[in-house]
């Protein structure tokens, strides 16, 4: 049975809020057939420009009441500052509440809380704009971190790429974690990214701080974290003694070497157990445990369940 996904759009929406997501259920067709089948609505017929005044036309308008499986609401500076009636909020409730998932992507979050101002929800948006969303849905619990969030029925994503990681978790949903991970290898996604996982990434951090001396260390370690490697290894590949390194990483990721290279390894294991057939003793070796005992423990200190309970509960 196809689902049929209807994607809101205004004048001044982002273009990647659409056609990232949009692209990734479509792609799921050359494996499933007819598993999505996907409609631009609009405020009118006609022609919607994009936030750097490209122009396409939707296929149909709020006010046809279409029905469709999921309702995906884009982001983008028009929809951040979008003024509804309450004619348009209506049909857009409307549209929702006989939706099987509603979902937001970027600042698509504004026109979310507007249609649902009364409920409650964990929602995120993009960083910059999680305070304003905050002060506009006083009903809500606006998350910063999260690269999305469901609730009740209701995702919320922080937008751009993101948009692409929520598109791929409904489709794991629907069709599985196989069919999920080959649309992840035919639009070039390195991995499936979690929704827990942060917005601003520690190496992103250090990029935009004040010392950028760790930054071809991460990149290595972002490459090789399968490799047997120490800390003197890491002191090593950028020329700097170990307490040196140490006072570096405690500085620009509050962590030491060896708990940050655990971290990479543990979080690439744990999409590999959500997206590959692998037993969990293959995934130990896969991202650089000697051992499966020392690779358990690891995990739960992390996450706080043991690798062989989050495999059973993925959905």
């Keep these: 049975m196809s689902r049929k996904i209807g994607f809101f759009i205004a004048d001044g929406f982002q273009a990647l809020d659409l056609f990232g997501p949009l692209d990734a259920f479509m792609e799921t067709n050359s494996f499933i057939s007819e598993a999505y089948s996907c409609y631009l609505l609009g405020l009118s017929s006609g022609v919607v420009e994009t936030a750097y005044g490209q122009s396409l036309s939707v296929d149909c308008d709020i006010f046809e009441l279409p029905q469709v499986d999921y309702l995906v609401i884009c982001g983008g500076v028009g929809m951040r500052q979008l003024e509804l009636n309450s004619k348009q909020l209506n049909a857009l409730r409307l549209i929702a ?82 069919i999920a991970a080959s649309v992840a ?12 996982q942060t917005q601003y990434s520690d190496l992103l951090q250090v990029q ?37 390194l140490t006072r570096l990483f405690k500085r620009h990721l509050h962590s030491t070497p060896s708990q940050y290279l655990n971290q990479i390894r543990l979080n690439r294991a744990r999409d590999l157990i959500t997206c590959e057939s692998l037993s969990l003793e293959q995934v130990a070796l896969r991202v650089g445990f000697s051992s499966y005992d020392s690779f358990r423990r690891a995990f739960h200190l992390q996450f706080g369940v043991s690798p062989s309970y989050f495999s059973r509960n993925q959905a």
């Design 208 to 244: 935009s701080g004040d010392s950028m001396r760790l930054n071809p260390l991460l990149e290595w370690l972002a490459q090789d974290y399968q490799k047997p490697i120490n800390v003197s290894d890491m002191a090593e590949r950028i020329s700097i003694s170990e307490r040196q």
């Design 97 to 178: 509440e006989n939706a099987h998932r509603v979902m937001s992507i970027c600042t698509g979050a504004f026109i979310l809380a507007k249609i649902f101002p009364e409920q409650s929800h964990r929602v995120t948006t993009h960083w910059r704009h999680c305070r304003q969303l905050a002060q506009q849905a006083v009903n809500y619990q606006v998350e910063e971190d999260p690269l999305f969030i469901e609730s009740e029925g209701i995702w919320s994503s922080a937008g751009v790429l993101s948009g692409v990681d929520l598109a791929l978790e409904i489709i794991r949903r629907d069709h599985g974690n196989t």
């Design 185 to 196: 290898k035919e639009l070039v996604v390195y991995l499936q990214r979690r929704g827990g």
